[in-house]
């Protein structure tokens, strides 16, 4: 079983709409959480980092159940700009050690005139 | 906006050729990684680094090998080139737990 896992989409949506992403994730040492933007050919960029208590950036909402082991990502009034992949990402620290980042393999949003 | 730099950008270069890709990151930071990633495909990692002398093979199999004499340079180098290496190549670093990535090398071996 991977250790980040996300549905790869693609997302078609029409502008205005709202998206909702979820990602599971299978180590329980996972201690921080992030979901990050990649555009066609660019480099992954941090979007957000991802809270027990559920955070908001403007048309953006992650939040994070630790119970149940899953991030969610929520996209309000969708842009075409949003079109982009979206990547899940763990960070897991065990011990004393600095841990490691580990990412999802991305879904796709693809946001429609 | 980040302050990590890959050169070169691009690289075509023949089968069985050293090449060796730069990375340098002003930002002080101890954690670095390269990652391999092809078009529309999820990101590999193949190495990191949490320090200065520290480095340790990714998830993915690699036939590169790093360096971290200092804290912000973490090249990569290839012995010897194949076509199958042809991808492109993310540096990163960063510290508690987030990233910020470089424009990567797009490789291609002919």
């Known amino acids: 079983r991977k250790e980040v896992e996300q549905d790869p989409g693609p997302f078609n949506v029409p502008e205005g709409a709202t998206v909702a992403f979820n990602c599971t994730y299978s180590n329980s040492a996972s201690q921080s959480f992030f979901w990050y933007r990649q555009d066609c050919r660019k480099e992954p960029k941090l979007l957000m980092s991802?809270?027990?208590s559920g955070n908001e950036d403007g048309r953006f909402t992650a939040q994070l159940n630790r119970a149940s082991q899953y991030i969610s990502l929520l996209i309000r009034d969708s842009k075409l700009s949003d079109s982009a992949t979206y990547l899940c990402v763990v960070n897991i620290e065990y011990g004393g050690s600095q841990g490691n980042l580990i990412f999802g393999k991305g879904t796709k949003l693809s946001v429609k005139p | 906006e980040a302050d990590i730099y890959q050169t070169p950008r691009y690289l075509v270069i023949g089968t069985g050729k050293k090449i060796t890709l730069e990375c340098s990151q002003t930002m002080g930071h101890d954690k670095m990684y390269w990652y391999q990633q092809d078009p529309g495909m999820e990101l590999h990692l193949i190495h990191y680094?949490?320090?200065?002398?520290?480095?340790e093979k990714g998830d993915l199999s690699s036939e590169s090998t790093v360096s971290r004499i200092r804290t912000e340079h973490f090249p990569l180098t290839l012995e010897s080139a194949r076509p199958s290496h042809t991808s492109q190549y993310l540096c990163?670093?960063?510290?508690?737990?987030?990233?910020?990535f470089g424009q990567g090398t797009r490789l291609t071996v002919v």
């Open positions: 990163a670093s960063g510290n508690r737990g987030t990233a910020f």
């Open positions: 680094s949490y320090g200065v002398n520290s480095t």
């Open positions: 991802v809270y027990s």
